[in-house]
């Protein structure tokens, strides 16, 4: 089994960009589906974008999608997610997670209950 351990994050003004980095150990990585999360304070936790074994499909969030971009680099076991034009309201902890999936992809991958592993989280705060 993967660990994942999440890099980058912090403050951010409104329109400004983070990337997040989610490492993992383990030579199996490329065999894992994952998925970036978040969760504000009193809000349940919400899928946010996924990336199939070989990066060959991403699926976003309808909120996320043009401006944020997940990517991977299975030779670096790292998977990215590049977020830009910030809002106020994507303040939050991200995760990333890792679903072991026989396919390129699992169905369900939007459900955090279908990860096996997850990363520590980073605080993201964007300021207005």
């Known amino acids: 089994q993967v660990q994942l351990v999440q890099s980058g994050g912090g403050l951010v003004q409104a329109g400004g960009s983070l990337r997040l980095s989610c490492a993992a150990s383990?030579?199996?990585?490329?065999?894992?589906?994952v998925g970036w999360f978040r969760q504000a304070p009193g809000k349940e936790r919400e899928f946010v974008a996924v990336?199939?074994?070989?990066?060959?499909?991403?699926y976003y969030a309808g909120s996320m999608k043009g401006r944020f971009t997940i990517s991977r680099d299975n030779a670096k076991n790292t998977v990215y997610l590049q977020m830009n034009s910030l809002k106020p309201e994507d303040t939050a902890v991200y995760y990333c997670?890792?679903?072991?999936?026989?396919?390129?992809?699992?169905?369900?991958?939007?459900?955090?209950?279908?990860?096996?592993?997850w990363g520590q989280g980073t605080q993201v705060t964007v300021s207005s």
């Open positions: 990336i199939s074994r070989s990066a060959s499909m991403t």
């Open positions: 383990g030579r199996t990585f490329s065999n894992y589906v």
């Open positions: 997670a890792a679903n072991l999936c026989a396919g390129e992809y699992c169905s369900g991958y939007a459900m955090f209950s279908k990860y096996e592993v």
